[in-house]
């Protein structure tokens, strides 16, 4: 089965940045489009990148994704980390039989 | 303004059966694919599958095939979540979310369903 790996926390000082990996179990990431959800506490999640690296309308250009084939993963990085940021990150993506799957999720800590 | 909302909070027995729905506006209902998700308590997000409202095509992930049943009335725009037999491993939050070619774009609120004896 395909899964998508990230890590469990992550944390940074405001105004830093950081990055959020989501390694690929098999096959190349590259094959199907990545996406990131935010999930701040309490709330559902929201879309903050589609497509490996298009960000949707009223999302900070501080969001940012990446794909990198050498090591199958794909990159969420936030810039000019605010404390708003804080919240847990998804990634997602399709298997070979096009069934959706999400990563573990990446709490993010704003200190 | 697009909205998904989503019926609310429901408290069962085990063995009971339960429908949750997914009422959307402000779009064209049909034009859109609907995914729903599942989070248990204090995990991440599963992706349970999704519905083609325009002639009620289903995709189920295998980990809820033959589990659940998802099911839409393009009459009213309201998409359903439904299970025949709740276990206590069903409690968790459900998401609707109206699906885009890659990933989603509108989410409803999310219902609770509670399984307890």
């Known amino acids: 089965n395909f899964m998508l790996t990230q890590p469990h926390s992550v944390s940074e000082s405001p105004g830093k940045t950081v990055t959020i990996s989501c390694t690929g179990s098999?096959?190349?990431?590259?094959?199907?489009?990545v996406q990131w959800y935010q999930q701040r506490p309490g709330s559902a999640p929201t879309i903050v990148i589609y497509e490996d690296n298009q960000r949707p309308s009223g999302v900070p250009d501080r969001f940012s994704g990446s794909i990198d084939n050498s090591s199958n993963s794909a990159s969420l990085t936030i810039s000019g980390l605010k404390t708003e940021d804080e919240a847990d990150y998804y990634c997602?993506?399709?298997?070979?039989?096009?069934?959706?799957?999400f990563g573990g999720g990446t709490k993010l800590t704003v200190l | 303004e697009v909205q998904l909302v989503q019926s609310g909070a429901e408290v069962k027995k085990p063995g009971e059966s339960l429908r949750i729905s997914c009422k959307g506006s402000?779009?064209?209902?049909?034009?859109?694919?609907i995914t729903w998700v599942r989070q248990m308590p204090g995990k991440g997000l599963e992706w349970m599958g999704r519905i083609d409202p325009s002639d009620s095509y289903t995709d189920y992930s295998p980990s809820f095939q033959g589990h659940v049943t998802i099911s839409a009335d393009k009459s009213t725009s309201t998409a359903y979540l439904q299970w025949s037999s709740l276990k206590a491993s069903d409690t968790a939050m459900y998401y609707c979310a109206r699906q885009l070619d890659y990933g989603v774009d509108y989410w409803g609120q999310g219902t609770l369903v509670t399984v307890s004896s």
């Open positions: 098999s096959g190349s990431i590259a094959s199907n489009y």
């Open positions: 402000g779009y064209s209902f049909t034009n859109y694919w």
């Open positions: 997602q993506s399709d298997d070979s039989s096009e069934n959706w799957v």
